[in-house]
Antibody
Framework: QARLVESGGGVVQPGRSLRLSCAASGFTFINYAMHWVRQAPGRGLEWVAVISYDEYYKYYADSVQGRFTISRDQSKNTLYLDMTSLRADDTAVYFC????????????????WGQGTLVTVSS | DIVMTQSPDSLAVSLGERATINCKSSRSVFSSSKNKNYLAWYQQIAGQPPKLLLYWASTRESGVPDRISGSGSGTDFTLTISSLQAEDVAVYYC?????????FGQGTRLEIK
């Protein structure tokens, strides 16, 4: 069974940076596009970024474009999200998510979710 | 971006009764070349991550009970729970993946009456 475990969340001051990690297991990581989806406290879901299975394609939400970078280490079965110039409205639980189809460059539906890691941006 | 609008925002249904949640997209999410609607539904129980229920508008994910079903095409979609159980209390989200960015509805909170 697929398992996704996020880490790296915490409290960070506005303008600072943070790196989230997601350790994947129980499936062939290199076969799947991977996403980050976030949820602000008490709010709905917002897709953040996707990276294709082969790392060739990367897409971002407008709200994070130019500030966040998604990447993956195929040898470590790990997904990353590098977040810079953090703002208060980036405060959210960040979920690592597996794409349901896998090969689609821009992603499809989300069939496995991690438990999430909370990022709080506050001075 | 495609805007997804769910209705109602909240819903209270008696145990054993039918629950219906609607989702409308600002433009069609149907691909005529693939003959598929690029629409998924998720259930989020309090304190847990979302769980995939349905994709391609009506295909049930493995392990999802058959009392949960999806219908619709183009811009209008429906999630139906035919006989509400206590474990169905949750927030439900629709999602379109026809275009990037993928977008979600605002969520519908389902409670027991």
């Amino acid at each position: 069974q697929a398992r996704l475990v996020e880490s790296g969340g915490g409290v960070v001051q506005p303008g600072r940076s943070l790196r989230l990690s997601c350790a994947a297991s129980g499936f062939t990581f290199i076969n799947y596009a991977m996403h980050w989806v976030r949820q602000a406290p008490g709010r709905g879901l917002e897709w953040v970024a996707v990276i294709s299975y082969d790392e060739y394609y990367k897409y971002y939400a407008d709200s994070v474009q130019g500030r966040f970078t998604i990447s993956r280490d195929q040898s470590k079965n790990t997904l990353y999200l590098d977040m810079t110039s953090l703002r208060a409205d980036d405060t959210a639980v960040y979920f690592c998510v597996r794409d349901g189809v896998g090969w689609s460059p821009s992603g499809t539906y989300f069939d496995h979710w991690g438990q999430g890691t909370l990022v709080t941006v506050s001075s | 971006d495609i805007v997804m609008t769910q209705s109602p925002d909240s819903l209270a249904v008696s145990l054993g009764e039918r629950a219906t949640i609607n989702c409308k997209s600002s433009r069609s999410v149907f691909s005529s070349s693939k003959n598929k609607n690029y629409l998924a539904w998720y259930q989020q129980i309090a304190g847990q991550p979302p769980k995939l229920l349905l994709y391609w508008a009506s295909t049930r994910e493995s392990g999802v009970p058959d009392r949960i079903s999806g219908s619709g095409s183009g811009t209008d979609f429906t999630l139906t729970i035919s006989s509400l159980q206590a474990e169905d209390v949750a927030v439900y989200y629709c999602q379109q993946y026809y275009t990037t960015p993928s977008t979600f509805g605002q969520g519908t909170r389902l409670e027991i009456k």
